[in-house]
């Protein structure tokens, strides 16, 4: 096929996953971007489960799937460019949630990062410091030489922050 992998190449693939190395796909993506920008006058994207991108087999590994890959930054760069030479300065905004150094890469080539942060996030609100640590949540503690994180507190992926910190907040006295 030209377009989609008819094997999962990683463990969150659900059903066939477009090959993005395949020039077919490659070109069909970027005419998609191109309308949406142009027709629509969308001011940018975010792509869910960019770490998705890869051709890389890792099933079974998350970890192996989380690593520096080259070919997805190519492929990644490839799309935002095109998306900058039809809208200059729109926004994109990758779920990417791989290793650090990769994503230094794409902050740096001007993509925005979801910055997971859930669990700190959580641990804050429901009083306990010493467990919320939210240093991560600037980008030049993860030495970015740009402002592209977007840290979150919770998404469609995570527990309801605000119903553990009802149920198992930190309370003194009369205070919860």
Same mark, same amino acid.
């Given at each position: 096929?030209p377009?989609?992998?008819e094997?999962?190449?990683h463990? $969150?693939?659900?059903g !066939? #996953?477009?090959?993005?190395?395949s020039?077919?796909t490659?070109?069909?993506?970027? +005419?998609?971007?191109?309308?949406?920008l142009?027709? !629509?006058?969308?001011d =940018?994207y975010r792509? #869910?489960?960019?770490?998705? $991108?890869?051709?890389?087999?890792?099933?079974?590994?998350?970890?192996?799937?989380?690593?520096?890959?080259?070919s +997805?930054?190519?492929?990644?760069n490839?799309?935002?460019?095109?998306?900058? &030479?039809?809208e200059?300065?729109?926004?994109v905004? @990758? /779920?990417?949630?791989a290793? %650090? %150094?990769?994503?230094?890469?794409?902050? &740096? %080539? =001007?993509?925005?990062?979801?910055?997971?942060?859930?669990?700190? !996030?959580?641990q804050a609100?429901m009083?306990?410091?010493?467990? &919320? %640590?939210l240093n991560?949540?600037?980008y030049?503690n993860?030495g970015?030489?740009?402002p592209?994180?977007?840290? !979150?507190?919770? &998404?469609?992926? /995570?527990? +309801?922050k605000?119903?553990?910190t009802? @149920?198992?907040?930190?309370g003194?006295? #009369?205070?919860?």
């Amino acid at each position: 096929n030209p377009w989609f992998n008819e094997t999962p190449r990683h463990d $969150f693939n659900v059903g !066939y #996953d477009f090959n993005h190395e395949s020039p077919q796909t490659r070109q069909f993506c970027k +005419r998609v971007l191109e309308y949406w920008l142009e027709e !629509y006058h969308i001011d =940018g994207y975010r792509f #869910d489960l960019s770490k998705g $991108f890869t051709q890389n087999n890792t099933l079974g590994n998350i970890a192996a799937w989380a690593a520096y890959d080259q070919s +997805r930054i190519n492929i990644l760069n490839d799309y935002y460019n095109h998306i900058q &030479s039809t809208e200059p300065g729109a926004y994109v905004i @990758l /779920e990417h949630l791989a290793d %650090n %150094n990769e994503e230094t890469v794409l902050a &740096s %080539n =001007g993509m925005y990062l979801w910055g997971k942060m859930n669990e700190q !996030y959580t641990q804050a609100a429901m009083g306990f410091p010493d467990n &919320s %640590n939210l240093n991560w949540g600037v980008y030049t503690n993860r030495g970015w030489s740009a402002p592209r994180l977007v840290t !979150y507190a919770e &998404s469609h992926d /995570e527990e +309801r922050k605000m119903y553990k910190t009802l @149920l198992y907040g930190n309370g003194a006295g #009369d205070y919860s």
